[in-house]
C-alpha cells in the first residue's frame, strides 16, 4: 500500500553541522511531496514541498528535492542552528480524488549549542 | 489572517464518555480534514471533508467516530463511548482544495485523555 518511510530519530547534531534526513515514499502516479515541521509545544508547519519530479522545494536554510526514479524526497541543511530543534515529518498528497496527507513517522532533531 | 483554531486544548473523559471536538478552519478553504496524532500510531488521516460533498470517511477507525461539517465551515468530530485507546491528539487542518501541492494548514490540536 501506500505509505511513507523516514530516518528514525532521534538525531543529535551540534550547531553549524550538516542535517540530512531521509524519505522515501511509495505511492501510484504523481503525488505531491511535503516537510513538515513540528516545534515543542507548536503545532505542524509545512516546512517545504514539491509537487513534480525534479522540483526542489526550500524554505529557511532547508532544501529537498523531489527525486522520482528513487522515489525520495530527503530533506537537507547545510548548517543548523539550535532553533531548528523539532520533529520532522515527511509527507505526500496522492494526485487523486483524495488529498489526504500521509505521513512517515516523524524525527526528533536535537540541536546542540 | 487567523488560522485553523480548534476547542478544546485539552479534554480529559472518563471511558465510556462521548467527547466533541470543534474545528474553525480558515476563512474561504473548502476542504477539512481530521488527523490524529498518537505514540504508537503517528499521523493519521481520519475523515475529510470538501465543499458539499459526501466526506471521505475512509480513515475513521470504528464506528464510535463521527464528524459533520456544517454549513461548509466549522466541523466537528464525535466520539461515543470513549476508549483509552482513543488518548491522542486529534488535528484539524484546511486547505484550498484542488490546488496543485494541497497545502494544509493545521491548527494546534485537542489532546484527548482517557481515563
Known amino acids: 500500500g501506500n505509505s511513507v518511510t523516514q530516518m528514525e530519530g532521534p538525531v543529535t547534531l551540534s550547531e553549524e553541522a550538516f542535517l540530512t534526513i531521509n524519505c522515501t515514499y511509495t505511492?501510484?502516479?504523481?503525488?505531491?511531496l511535503f516537510w513538515y515541521v513540528q516545534y515543542p509545544g507548536e503545532g505542524l508547519q509545512l516546512l517545504l514541498k514539491?509537487?513534480?519530479?525534479?522540483d526542489k522545494g526550500s524554505n529557511k536554510g532547508f532544501e529537498a528535492t523531489y527525486r522520482k526514479e528513487t522515489t525520495s524526497f530527503h530533506l537537507e541543511k547545510g548548517s543548523v542552528q539550535v532553533s531548528d530543534s523539532a520533529v520532522y515529518f515527511c509527507a505526500y498528497a496522492s494526485s487523486g480524488s483524495a488529498r489526504q496527507l500521509t505521513f512517515g513517522s516523524g524525527t526528533q532533531l536535537t540541536v546542540l549549542p | 489572517g487567523a488560522g485553523v483554531s480548534q476547542s478544546p486544548s485539552n479534554k480529559v473523559t472518563e471511558k465510556g464518555k462521548d467527547v466533541e471536538l470543534r474545528c474553525d478552519p480558515i476563512s474561504g478553504h473548502t476542504a477539512l480534514y481530521w488527523y490524529r496524532q498518537s505514540l504508537g500510531q503517528g499521523l493519521e488521516f481520519l475523515i475529510y471533508?470538501?465543499?458539499?460533498?459526501?466526506?471521505?470517511k475512509s480513515g475513521l477507525p470504528s464506528d464510535r467516530f463521527s464528524a459533520e461539517r456544517t454549513g461548509g465551515s466549522v466541523s466537528t468530530l464525535t466520539i461515543q463511548r470513549t476508549q483509552q485507546e482513543d488518548s491522542a491528539v486529534y488535528l484539524c487542518?484546511?486547505?484550498?482544495?484542488?490546488?496543485?501541492?494541497?497545502?494544509?494548514?493545521f491548527g494546534p490540536g485537542t489532546r484527548l485523555t482517557v481515563t
Open positions: 487542518a484546511s486547505s484550498y482544495a484542488w490546488q496543485v501541492g494541497n497545502e494544509q494548514y
Open positions: 505511492a501510484t502516479g504523481y503525488p505531491s
Open positions: 471533508f470538501q465543499g458539499n460533498s459526501a466526506p471521505d
Open positions: 514539491a509537487t513534480k519530479a525534479d
